[in-house]
């Protein structure tokens, strides 16, 4: 009787193994290797002064940037996935916290969500310029690295990048490729709305 | 064939000659050959962001050119390595080094290939044990008698 036992667990077990080894295959193809999870989440967003795109003689200071939530959108005209997500960064540049929260309170009604700044990365100033002045200006101010050194700050890798940084200006979140409506609804909004509340 | 062989030889040549240049052909000038020495080895082990599967050594995208001015200049200041790679962990995250550190999210990495090791060594050991086992089985005295009855019927056959 037990050699029988025994036969069955020899002949299930490849299958076992089978199955563990197919589930790490499924786990490792659904994964996407070129989104690593950033260090920066956590901490205090690295600071930088730099020119602005439209005035090199204006600076921005990031970590004067408090009160409200940022995002922090890396882009550059050479770029093509920002092009794509250009409109949808207009978009959330344009939302209210009564629209997007759900918080019909008088005195919030006009408030935007969220700063949106931009982080012009690696691009000369005349074709950046001519980028948003052909497609329009979501941003409050765009810094300015032609060096491309505070991108290595940031850890930035793959632009277009989208950083959320809380009232405190510690980086919350960080979103690697092009944002979309999807990101927008399901990760970008709850967050902001979240850290909206937090004082 | 002759003119197939010589036409093999040259698709070699030319596929190995660009790793070639990829290894050779870096942008970055040297005050010293120890520094030189410092450096390669410091960068040879560190994963280029932008194409994944290539060093920083080897790679030519934009942000590998950046950070290896940037490793030079911290070289140059004085830097240690290891101040150096917290540089770039502090940044990239530790998916930046190509030998990553033992920590708990990398212990089944580290040590995993040595587990299956030991699971096969305990089959191993265990199906050894049970053949010999298998092997020194006795039979009992009713158990021989009958082999005896048995044998001598064939003898009689």
Not at chain 1, 26 to 35: N, P, W
Not at chain 1, 67 to 96: D, I, Y
Not at chain 1, 153 to 164: I, K, M, N, Q, S
Not at chain 2, 43 to 50: A, L, N
């Amino acid at each position: 009787m037990k050699k029988k036992w025994s036969a069955y667990v020899l002949f299930l077990l490849p299958l076992l193994v089978l199955f563990v080894v197919l589930g790490f295959l499924a786990v490792g193809l659904t994964l996407d290797k070129t989104k690593v999870p950033s260090p920066l989440i956590g901490k205090l967003a690295p600071a930088f002064t730099l020119p602005t795109v439209f005035n090199p003689d204006k600076t921005i200071t990031f970590s004067k940037l408090k009160g409200k939530p940022v995002v922090f959108n890396v882009w550059a005209s050479w770029c093509v996935s920002c092009r794509q997500e250009h409109r949808f960064l207009e978009k959330l540049a344009h939302l209210s916290i009564a629209k997007a929260c759900g918080k019909p309170t008088a005195e919030r009604n006009k408030r935007r969500l969220v700063g949106l700044y931009g982080l012009n990365y690696k691009d000369q100033r005349d074709a950046a310029q001519g980028f948003l002045k052909r497609l329009g200006n979501p941003y409050i101010a765009s810094a300015h690295d032609l060096a491309g050194r505070v991108g290595i700050d940031w850890g930035v890798y793959a632009v277009p990048e989208t950083f959320v940084v809380d009232k405190k200006g510690f980086v919350r979140y960080k979103y690697i490729g092009p944002i979309n409506d999807v990101v927008i609804e399901r990760e970008l909004i709850p967050l902001l709305c979240k850290l909206d509340q937090e004082p | 064939m002759k003119i197939l062989l010589a036409r093999i030889v040259l698709v070699f040549g030319l596929i190995f000659s660009f790793t070639a240049i990829a290894v050779t052909k870096t942008d970055d000038s040297f005050g010293n050959k120890n520094t030189e020495v410092r450096f390669r080895n410091l960068v040879k082990d560190i994963r280029c962001m932008v194409c994944q599967n290539q060093t920083l050594l080897d790679s030519k995208a934009p942000l590998a050119v950046d950070l290896r001015r940037e490793i030079l200049a911290m070289i140059d200041q004085g830097k240690s390595d290891k101040e150096i790679i917290n540089f770039l962990v502090e940044r990239y995250g530790d998916f930046v080094l190509y030998n990553p550190p033992l920590k708990s999210s990398t212990i089944l990495l580290w040590f995993g290939p040595l587990l299956f090791l030991l699971i096969g060594l305990v089959t191993v050991i265990v199906l050894v044990a049970r053949r010999r086992n298998a092997a020194e089985e006795t039979i009992t005295a009713a158990e021989r008698s009958k082999l005896d009855k048995l044998l001598s019927d064939c003898d009689k056959d």
